[in-house]
């Protein structure tokens, strides 16, 4: 009987190590780049609404450094989207990556609706698809009414188990 090649047994010890490994472990989530645009009480709405869409969704939660760097493969903008008639627009391109728009024109002072067009925005970054309305998802939105409607887009883009 031959004894086993020190080839065969590493690579055995490394299959064995691998399987022990947890599961569907997502990296590390890359950082999106904020605008420093943003005022103070605008990013803490916008944080806030990062944490209450990894809460619904299940997804990891978006982190955000609010360092004004514009060419990252993530950017969170307050500045008008490429839809000139939006209040936010989520887009992705091979060049910029992801970007999340939201408009100047959409004012913090009306909580009900600031936060909701950056919960939208962020949706739409974790694959949720728009539906008929109403809810958050909705064409148009600007309220937070989280749905089932919400929910089953939610479950179409793999997210809320």
């Known amino acids: 009987m031959r004894a086993p090649s020190w080839g065969l047994l590493l690579s055995?010890?490394?299959?064995?190590?691998?399987?022990?490994?947890?599961?569907?472990?997502?990296?590390?989530?890359?950082?999106?780049?904020?605008?420093?645009?943003?005022?103070?009480?605008?990013?803490?709405v916008v944080e806030d609404a990062a944490t209450i869409m990894a809460q619904r969704t299940g997804a990891p939660r978006i982190q955000i450094t609010w360092d004004g760097i514009y060419s990252g493969p993530r950017r969170i903008l307050r500045e008008h989207p490429p839809n000139k008639d939006a209040s936010g627009e989520y887009v992705w391109?091979?060049?910029?990556?992801?970007?999340?728009?939201?408009?100047?024109?959409?004012?913090?002072?009306?909580?009900?609706?600031?936060?909701?067009?950056?919960?939208?925005?962020?949706?739409?970054?974790?694959?949720?698809?728009?539906?008929?309305?109403?809810?958050?998802?909705?064409?148009p939105s600007a309220w937070d009414l989280w749905n089932e409607a919400d929910i089953d887009v939610c479950r179409q883009a793999g997210w809320c188990k």
């Open 93 to 139: 391109t091979p060049e910029y990556g992801h970007t999340i728009y939201i408009s100047p024109e959409v004012p913090l002072y009306a909580p009900l609706y600031f936060k909701p067009v950056v919960m939208h925005e962020i949706g739409h970054y974790y694959g949720l698809k728009h539906h008929k309305g109403p809810g958050l998802m909705a064409e």
């Open 12 to 44: 055995t010890i490394l299959v064995q190590a691998a399987c022990m490994l947890p599961a569907d472990q997502p990296d590390p989530p890359t950082p999106f780049h904020g605008d420093t645009a943003f005022t103070d009480s605008e990013r803490a």
